[in-house]
């Protein structure tokens, strides 16, 4: 069973930096594709960024140049560095990991989220 727990959200003014952590659980976070999703109030879940087994990545065009996803050395946890964020950046963050090594399907697991709320 994999278990994803987020942390590191909170609220940051306009232009600020957050950075979150994904630590999982039941597998290495380096065998398998991973990602960011988010999820604003009465909007749909999107993708905010993800990971490929082998380390390519793919960003939603919103935070393209903001927003980096990584993974640590000890593959057991994966990061979303977030700089100069704006106010339509706020939403509930979920890490999700997918069953396989590319991130082309809908994840098998999610974390609980964190919350991320930009003032302006």
């Known amino acids: 069973q994999v278990q994803l727990v987020e942390s590191g959200g909170g609220l940051v003014q306009a232009g600020g930096s957050l950075r979150l952590s994904c630590g999982a659980s039941?597998?290495?976070?380096?065998?398998?594709?991973m990602g960011w999703f988010r999820q604003a109030p009465g909007k749909e879940r999107e993708r905010v960024a993800a990971?490929?087994?082998?380390?390519?990545?793919t960003y939603a065009e919103s935070v393209q140049g903001r927003f980096t996803i990584s993974r640590d050395k000890a593959k057991t946890a994966v990061f979303l560095q977030m700089d100069n964020l704006k106010p339509e950046d706020t939403a509930v963050y979920y890490c999700?990991?997918?069953?396989?090594?590319?991130?082309?399907?809908?994840?098998?697991?999610w974390g609980q989220g964190t919350q991320v709320t930009v003032s302006s």
């Open positions: 039941g597998r290495t976070v380096s065998s398998y594709a």
């Open positions: 999700a990991a997918y069953a396989g090594t590319t991130f082309f399907s809908a994840p098998a697991y």
């Open positions: 990971m490929h087994w082998n380390g390519g990545t």
